[in-house]
């Protein structure tokens, strides 16, 4: 390459090197240059990659602002109506991929996969509140990707756990099953552990494993005394925290499952009593609801009508934006017991009023000692 520029030959350079042959003088080794219109193109490329860069790699703050807004929707989500905050969701989600496709430095390509990751996490809980389960399990799939390429442990658990939230409510519940799996309470934060543990004792109560059920709940009762350390999922809050409060409606659900029905009543009402007392952002109207069909159906078990029809008062005045997808199936478990129990098509109608028309049953909200319910 050097022989070449100074346009000798390769024994011509060696002898140089070695001073047995002088190189031709420079007048002769290269042509008369205008430097200073060379340094000014210089600056020209590079003024011009400068703008490549600009326009094909993120800056950080960027993605810092990003995270802000994945945080405000997280928290809103709780005590929003989910149609309300949508059109944000789908915008925040869109703006992850388009910095991913674009390209971001190198330091910052696992938060920008953290975030978009998230925030599909945010729009599968979406989709299956709005009654979407497949545009649900296309979110998860993504969450999971995001989770692989950011090799982020917190993400893969949360990801896996909302993967077995959204089966749970489907028509084959045992399918949720394969994605709970033990969590290491080193790899990711307590209140991670918690949700994934209390998933795995309300699905195993549903599809009819009760011996892991109780066991999940009595590993659950002993990871409170966990200290609060936020992982790179929790630590966005709202609907990716899990205090506990909702703890304690989960263990409702699961002990209605499992036919314990003076415990699920007491759950039920203590996770109400928390959830009035909270402040409001923290107010969870899908979970207050879900709690009250459960707290009205062990009062039903337990041969209380009147506490029953007292509790289902709150669900019936539900306006039709907190009527999530999954208060459908709950609605109706109660509706078969009412007519099984011979309280009566009319009666049944006047505790339910238009709930129990306001969409079609799903049987994975059934444990199987519910069947005989039908």
């Given at each position: 390459?050097?022989?070449?520029?100074?346009?000798v030959?390769?024994?011509?350079?060696?002898?140089?090197?070695?001073?047995?042959?002088?190189?031709?003088?420079?007048?002769?080794?290269?042509?008369?240059?205008?430097?200073?219109?060379l340094?000014?193109?210089?600056?020209?490329?590079?003024?011009?990659?400068?703008?490549?860069?600009?326009?094909?790699?993120?800056?950080?703050?960027?993605?810092?602002?990003?995270?802000?807004?994945l945080?405000?929707?997280?928290?809103?989500?709780?005590?929003?109506?989910?149609?309300?905050?949508?059109?944000?969701?789908?915008?925040?989600?869109?703006?992850?991929?388009?910095?991913?496709?674009?390209?971001?430095?190198?330091?910052?390509?696992?938060?920008?996969?953290?975030?978009?990751?998230?925030?599909?996490?945010?729009?599968?809980?979406?989709?299956?509140?709005?009654?979407?389960?497949?545009d649900?399990?296309?979110?998860?799939?993504?969450?999971?990707?995001?989770?692989?390429?950011?090799?982020?442990?917190?993400?893969?658990v949360?990801?896996?756990?909302?993967?077995?939230?959204?089966?749970?409510?489907?028509?084959?519940?045992?399918?949720?099953?394969?994605?709970?799996?033990?969590?290491?309470?080193?790899?990711?934060?307590?209140?991670?552990?918690?949700?994934?543990?209390?998933?795995?004792?309300?699905i195993?109560?549903?599809?009819?494993?009760?011996?892991?059920?109780?066991?999940?709940?009595?590993?659950?009762?002993g990871?409170?005394?966990?200290?609060?350390?936020?992982?790179?999922?929790?630590?966005?809050?709202?609907?990716?925290?899990?205090?506990?409060t909702?703890?304690?409606?989960?263990?409702?659900?699961?002990?209605?499952?499992?036919?314990?029905?003076?415990?699920?009543?007491?759950?039920?009402?203590?996770?109400?009593?928390?959830?009035?007392?909270?402040?409001?952002?923290?107010?969870?109207y899908?979970?207050?609801?879900?709690?009250?069909?459960?707290?009205?159906?062990?009062?039903?078990?337990?041969?209380?009508?009147?506490?029953?029809?007292?509790?289902?008062?709150?669900?019936?005045?539900?306006?039709?934006?907190q009527?999530?997808?999954?208060?459908?199936?709950?609605?109706?478990?109660i509706?078969r017991?009412?007519?099984?129990?011979?309280?009566?098509?009319?009666?049944?109608?006047?505790?339910?009023?238009?709930?129990?028309?306001?969409?079609?049953?799903?049987?994975?909200?059934?444990?199987?000692?519910?069947?005989?319910?039908?």
């Amino acid at each position: 390459m050097l022989a070449k520029i100074l346009k000798v030959t390769v024994g011509q350079l060696a002898d140089a090197v070695e001073g047995r042959l002088a190189l031709p003088a420079e007048s002769a080794v290269m042509a008369p240059v205008d430097v200073h219109a060379l340094v000014s193109a210089a600056a020209r490329r590079a003024a011009d990659f400068g703008s490549t860069l600009v326009n094909a790699i993120v800056d950080e703050p960027e993605l810092d602002w990003l995270g802000v807004s994945l945080m405000k929707l997280a928290t809103a989500y709780v005590h929003t109506p989910v149609i309300n905050l949508l059109p944000d969701m789908v915008s925040l989600c869109d703006t992850a991929f388009a910095l991913i496709r674009r390209g971001v430095r190198p330091r910052q390509v696992r938060d920008a996969y953290l975030i978009a990751g998230i925030g599909s996490l945010l729009l599968a809980a979406a989709s299956q509140n709005l009654g979407h389960p497949a545009d649900a399990h296309i979110q998860l799939l993504n969450a999971q990707r995001c989770a692989e390429a950011a090799d982020s442990e917190a993400l893969r658990v949360w990801a896996r756990g909302s993967a077995a939230l959204t089966l749970e409510w489907s028509a084959t519940p045992s399918a949720a099953v394969r994605f709970l799996g033990s969590v290491a309470p080193h790899a990711v934060g307590p209140e991670t552990v918690r949700r994934n543990t209390a998933l795995e004792a309300r699905i195993c109560a549903r599809v009819g494993n009760p011996v892991r059920a109780r066991d999940a709940l009595q590993r659950l009762d002993g990871l409170n005394s966990l200290p609060d350390r936020p992982d790179e999922v929790s630590t966005f809050g709202g609907i990716f925290s899990f205090p506990a409060t909702k703890q304690t409606y989960y263990q409702a659900g699961a002990h209605d499952l499992l036919g314990d029905h003076a415990s699920a009543r007491h759950h039920a009402q203590n996770a109400l009593a928390a959830y009035a007392a909270a402040p409001k952002q923290e107010h969870s109207y899908g979970d207050i609801s879900l709690a009250r069909t459960i707290l009205a159906y062990n009062h039903l078990r337990l041969g209380d009508l009147d506490a029953a029809d007292a509790t289902l008062a709150h669900v019936r005045a539900l306006p039709p934006g907190q009527r999530i997808a999954q208060l459908a199936p709950a609605v109706h478990r109660i509706h078969r017991l009412l007519l099984a129990t011979g309280t009566g098509a009319h009666r049944a109608t006047t505790l339910l009023g238009d709930l129990v028309t306001t969409a079609a049953p799903t049987r994975s909200l059934e444990s199987p000692g519910d069947r005989s319910t039908q």
